[in-house]
């Protein structure tokens, strides 16, 4: 009976601790300050806690074998060989207590310690004895160099300090593994008079206090003798200092998103960080007298999509500007930074190359009439001229064709999110600053074209898990590789409008593409520049939304794009993007960019997409027969048997004709129709351009135009207003008539019978 006695009663115990842990468990869960670091391990910024204290977290690889030694040398020698209670200290101190009959000693183990920090209570014997329990559970559920970083992380400096790595920051400006031994052993002192040794406050008394433990450890041999020595004569310079604040935009951003991760390694690269910050500030400072305030500045790092700099305002402690406001998260308006991906998605859908001619002059868009940012018209332009000189009305002109639906799908698939949410109201204008984006999509489309046409996602922190390593090698091809070679060759020209006026002919060029957007009402200008190494995007404007007369991408962006480039990249010896496999060259006409015709005598090369780009012929000019003098033509219908001959006349487009005839640009007409034709043709009718078809007009005393554009070979048009005539003029001249109330049908008929009906609602204004 005795051995079984023996034998179940360490079983019994065993039995009775492990229903007492799973009934009463041991919750370890402090809450740490969130510290956010650069890739290279630098602080760059430190949050309180929930608590509002400073409770910052202390990794194993932190606690330096010097701050190891020193610790537990001071408080817990025999830490790694008990399993939470030292008896032999437990007993010494108990009997210390009863033959002095008060408490001076309390053995606590670097264990019990850690449990009184996590659980404070009163100090009585009771408690004492909880502690030890909570000690042995604390012993079976975590090893000892974790109970160890627990200690560290949870040991008290007084006022709303804890943690070692905590009181390394903030008096000492360092982190744990830098420490010297003076300033490990004023750490491990305080803890235990967090009241009357309060670092920047005593320091001399500390320093008395230091020396002691310092000439104790040299008795113990623990150290070198020099090393004591040195120890002992290093001055004390602990004062409080300011928690790190750098990139509070980002660091803001991803203690949100991490709100239970104490440590939070960001990507970004100090140098870049500081650059970008300093260049932003000065360059804002320069236009405060221009009623500019504000910047956000992203470089992302093309090789690793990592996000190197995050510049979200000019100044984060500036509340006036809202220095406070992410402008790199914050919706505005593109101006004319989506055009490089229209113009791509053009060339992938096959509908024109870099060659095709394209019309700037004034258009009616189904009551949508796009201006340029000059207010100038260029007449025929090539698609290469269009992108690099930002022009607005070929842009809606593609986008016409494209279809607005196609390029929302396409900004769907960048993950757009404004886009997202606003695609069913959106139209043409959308190309031209018409919906909302931020600085961060913009930038990382941008990226796309570093790429090969691969969108990829951002990252902001160095994360290892291997989920997150398929995230990081995700990407999904936007657009291709072809498409973004033509892209990249027209957005790396110097020659074109938006090249700053002081960077002309100057060395502090870079080697970039990029592109400029200004928002409607000048309140956003934006520069987005990349080569293969980086991509940078730059928003210059007021957070309040107040426009700048002043205030454009070119001028007013761009600078500050090139002076970070230069800062991070200046003649990078990276290579330059190079053609796609797919790419071809082939002649074209001159005139339109289409397939030479037997007529096309001026050719140049081009570039196409293999099984992609058009085959169209060229239809520049158009055969016509007329009589010998040419003063008339005919049709296939009243075309004589004798006395006529075939000519090459200009196929030009109703609105270039009208924009000709408007600014008497000279070009060769068609002749007249032969008046004695009765045939009606069904193609080639006016396109009424004034009033808009299906709107409704509110009118006050005033008169409405009617306009339209016509073929080359018009010469008269007839105006008719709920079928009757109203007059009849010339195709360029506009008219101007008052309407009656209510539904009215208009109507344009050419002189060769061709006609266009539309109508509108007149409301009359009380």
Not at 160 to 169: F, P
Not at 494 to 521: E, M, Q
Request: net charge positive.
């Amino acid at each position: 009976m005795t051995k079984k006695r023996f034998f179940w009663l360490p079983v019994g115990f065993f039995i009775a601790l492990l229903l007492t842990d799973l009934a009463f468990p041991f919750r370890v869960n402090p809450r740490y300050s969130t510290l956010v670091t650069a890739s290279d391990g630098t602080v760059l910024h430190a949050f309180l806690n929930e608590e509002d204290k400073w409770r910052l977290y202390t990794e194993l690889d932190e606690i330096t074998p010097l701050l190891r030694q020193t610790i537990l040398q001071k408080e817990d020698r025999y830490f790694y060989y008990h399993f939470g209670i030292n008896p032999v200290s437990v007993g010494r101190a108990l009997a210390k207590n009863l033959t002095t009959g008060r408490r001076t000693s309390g053995a606590s183990t670097i264990t019990m310690q850690v449990v009184r920090l996590l659980e404070p209570r009163k100090r009585t014997y009771g408690s004492k004895i909880v502690e030890m329990l909570r000690a042995l559970q604390l012993e079976a559920h975590y090893s000892k160099d974790e109970i160890l970083q627990l200690y560290l992380n949870l040991i008290p400096y007084g006022s709303n300090v804890e943690g070692i790595k905590s009181a390394s920051m903030l008096y000492f400006g360092k982190l744990p593994q830098v420490l010297s031994l003076a300033e490990i052993t004023t750490l491990t002192i305080i803890p235990n008079r967090p009241s009357s040794l309060r670092l920047g406050r005593k320091n001399p008394y500390i320093v008395q206090e230091r020396n002691k433990w310092l000439q104790r450890f040299a008795k113990t041999g623990l150290f070198e003798p020099q090393v004591i020595e040195d120890a002992l004569r290093e001055p004390l310079r602990a004062e409080r200092r300011e928690a790190p604040k750098l990139a509070p935009h980002l660091a803001i951003r991803l203690r949100k998103h991490y709100a239970t991760t104490p440590i939070i390694r960001s990507t970004l690269v100090p140098t870049r960080q500081t650059q970008a910050e300093q260049l932003t500030r000065n360059y804002v400072n320069r236009l405060r007298s221009m009623n500019i305030h504000n910047a956000a500045v992203v470089v992302i790092n093309n090789e690793t999509m990592n996000v190197e700099a995050y510049v979200g305002s000019a100044d984060f402690t500036n509340p006036y500007d809202g220095g406070q406001v992410d402008g790199i998260r914050a919706v505005r308006s593109p101006g004319s930074t989506l055009k490089p991906l229209l113009y791509a998605v053009a060339f992938d859908k096959g509908l024109m190359t870099p060659k095709t001619t394209l019309n700037d002059v004034p258009t009616n868009f189904g009551g949508f009439e796009p201006e340029n940012f000059d207010r100038r018209f260029n007449g025929k332009v090539t698609v290469e001229f269009a992108l690099a000189n930002s022009l607005n009305i070929p842009a809606v002109k593609v986008l016409t064709d494209l279809t607005p639906g196609v390029l929302i799908e396409y900004l769907k698939k960048a993950d757009f999110q404004t886009v997202k949410k606003q695609s069913a109201g959106l139209g043409l204008s959308m190309i031209l600053g018409g919906c909302g984006v931020t600085l961060e999509e913009l930038t990382r489309l941008f990226a796309t074209f570093a790429h090969e046409g691969q969108l990829k996602e951002l990252h902001y922190t160095t994360s290892k898990s291997l989920a997150s390593e398929v995230a990081r090698a995700k990407s999904t091809s936007l657009i291709s590789p072809e498409a973004t070679y033509l892209i990249n060759s027209i957005l790396t020209q110097v020659t074109r409008p938006d090249l700053p006026n002081n960077f002309d002919n100057t060395y502090h060029l870079p080697r970039i593409a990029w592109k400029t957007g200004t928002s409607y009402g000048k309140k956003d200008a934006w520069s987005i520049g990349y080569n293969r190494r980086f991509t940078v995007g730059v928003w210059v404007g007021n957070f309040s939304g107040v426009g700048v007369p002043e205030l454009n991408g070119a001028n007013i962006a761009t600078p500050l794009l090139f002076d970070i480039f230069n800062a991070l990249d200046y003649n990078s010896p990276t290579g330059w993007f190079k053609p796609a496999p797919d790419l071809n060259r082939r002649k074209v006409c001159a005139e339109s960019g289409d397939v030479p015709s037997e007529f096309c005598t001026h050719q140049l090369l081009d570039y196409a997409i293999m099984g992609v780009s058009h085959t169209r012929k060229c239809q520049h000019l158009k055969w016509v027969f007329t009589d010998p003098t040419g003063q008339r033509s005919y049709c296939t219908e009243c075309l004589p048997d004798t006395g006529y001959v075939k000519k090459l006349y200009p196929n030009l487009a109703p609105e270039l004709i009208a924009y000709y005839e408007l600014n008497r640009v000279p070009y060769v007409k068609i002749p007249p129709h032969n008046p004695a034709c009765t045939r009606v043709l069904e193609v080639g009718a006016p396109i009424i351009t004034s009033p808009n078809d299906g709107s409704e007009y509110f009118l006050e005393g005033q008169q409405l135009q009617l306009a339209c554009q016509a073929a080359n070979d018009v010469k008269e048009v007839y105006w008719y207003l709920n079928d009757r005539l109203y007059q009849k003029t010339s195709p360029q001249m506009p008219l101007f008539v008052t309407p009656p109330l209510g539904n009215v049908k208009i109507s344009c008929s050419d002189d060769k019978g061709r006609n266009t009906d539309i109508r509108i609602k007149v409301i009359a204004v009380n």
